[in-house]
């Protein structure tokens, strides 16, 4: 148990679907991270908040939408994505800001297709 | 822009041997991090050793050692005695100081054999 929970571990969507991922940290952190790893890219940095306000958007398209209702939970919000967004998605927490300070936890990820 | 270059997309190691995973960064600033972090299949990332940019002295980790060689830019990984457990991805990362983002590169997948 890491103490990052993601669901679902995986995901398969159309382009014109709606879906929701969700990160779950039971560590008491107030930092959470959205990070993208595809197959052809190395791993990058989407979103970054802390005490459920979003502090870096890395030039993320808006068709991917955070939500940070509290400091334990973050969603990514998916509309009309297009298949080179199939990657695995990785949520993270930090007791603060990582600035370099902090260790990252990382959830096991979300496995995501758009077909 | 800061970049983190791992020029071996795979390696492999018998058990109970020692394996080098090599990592090189470009970046003008002088203060920063680096990190080795581990992938195992269940694709949780797993930090395994932090190195500051100011200290000389190479960070190690049990088993895990780090060679830095911050003129050459250099930052590689050193497994002793390795277990099959420890195969896995195996990510180079470098955060500049005050900012949040680690910038990975592509990755090194260790095989350890039997």
């Known amino acids: 148990e890491t103490g990052v929970t993601q669901t679902p571990r995986h995901l398969v969507m159309g382009m014109t679907n709606k879906k929701s991922l969700k990160c779950e940290q039971h560590?008491?952190?107030?930092?959470m991270y959205w990070y993208k790893q595809s197959a052809k890219k190395p791993l990058e940095l989407m979103f970054v908040?802390?005490?459920?306000?979003?502090?870096e958007n890395n030039s993320v398209p808006s068709r991917f939408s955070p939500e940070c209702p509290n400091s334990s939970h973050l969603f990514l919000h998916l509309h009309t994505l297009q298949p080179e967004d199939s990657a695995l998605y990785l949520c993270?927490?930090?007791?603060?800001?990582?600035?370099?300070?902090?260790?990252?936890?990382f959830g096991s990820g979300t496995q995501l297709s758009v077909l | 822009a800061q970049t983190v270059t791992q020029s071996q997309p795979e390696m492999s190691v018998q058990e109970a041997e020692t394996v080098t995973l090599s990592c090189t960064y470009d970046?003008?600033?002088?203060?920063?991090?680096l990190f080795w972090y581990k992938q195992p299949p269940s694709r949780q990332m797993i930090l395994v050793i932090r190195?500051?940019?100011?200290?000389?002295q190479n960070a190690t980790e049990n088993r895990f050692s780090v060679n830095f060689q911050k003129a050459a830019k250099s930052f590689s990984l050193k497994i002793s005695d390795s277990q099959l457990g420890d195969a896995a991805m195996y990510f180079c990362?470098?955060?500049?100081?005050?900012?949040?983002?680690?910038?990975f590169g592509k990755g090194t997948k260790l095989t350890v054999n039997p």
């Open positions: 993270a927490s930090s007791q603060d800001l990582n600035r370099a300070r902090e260790k990252l936890f």
């Open positions: 560590l008491g952190h107030n930092a």
């Open positions: 908040y802390n005490f459920k306000e979003q502090t």
């Open positions: 970046t003008s600033e002088s203060d920063y991090y």
């Open positions: 190195q500051e940019a100011y200290k000389q």
């Open positions: 990362a470098y955060q500049q100081g005050g900012s949040e983002k680690l910038v």
